[in-house]
């Protein structure tokens, strides 16, 4: 996988030491280097950029007011000298914030970390789209169906899944963590620290637990909300 991406800062030495960072790893291509946001509009308009190292003090248009136009799909990497800025970088979704002067290790930890971004998104539409996925269970790796589940739940390291079919039923050596990234919401909805549900196959909500196949689940306080919005958008009352 290569990831596009491009630089932008308006210090030019700062932007120099980027470039020959990202020049030294090897799925990452340089589309550009700028010294203000307004440079790089253009290049962003025309070409699918994955990645933007993005400084946020610049002139005419900051870094946060610029992450605030662009497409969601392109992932900011927020640079700045100030670190008093972090928590505005990540109330944009900044994939990661580095702080200045930057060291080629640091750079490539977040570089890393990109990539293992857009592999996981990857793997997500393939299995979203095909609706399956192998999993390894007793040294096997098991296709499991996404219609076929009820619910998952997490059990210590392992995570156990339970179909329509109870006989089916397969536990596999991962955490709820990974298993709720690649299962397709809201379809599939965490409930609970222990359990994520198939939410079409719900047949009733009582309070603070819910009733899929012959089994009650409690909800948690911390996954209400968001459980309750999804009924609601399939309520008639």
Known sequence: MTLNCVIIDDEPL????????????????????????????????????????????????????????????????????????????????????????????RFLQTANKALEWFDIQDRQKTMREDRFVFVKSEYKLQKINFDDILYVEGVKDYVKFYFTDSSKNIMSLMNMKKVEEYLPSPEFMRIHRSYIVHMPKVELVDRFRIVIGDQYLPISESYKNEMLKYIDSHSLV
């Open 14 to 105: 700062a932007a120099e030491l980027l470039e020959s960072y990202a020049q030294k790893v090897p799925f990452l291509r340089v589309e550009g280097v700028y010294n203000s946001a307004t440079q790089a509009i253009k290049t962003i308009r025309e070409k699918k950029m994955d990645l933007i190292f993005l400084d946020i003090q610049m002139p005419e248009l900051s870094g946060l007011e610029f992450a605030r136009i662009i497409s969601k799909e392109t992932k900011i990497v927020f640079t700045t000298a100030f670190n008093q800025y972090a928590i505005d970088g990540y109330n944009v979704n900044a994939l990661d914030y580095l702080l200045k002067p930057i060291s080629f290790e």
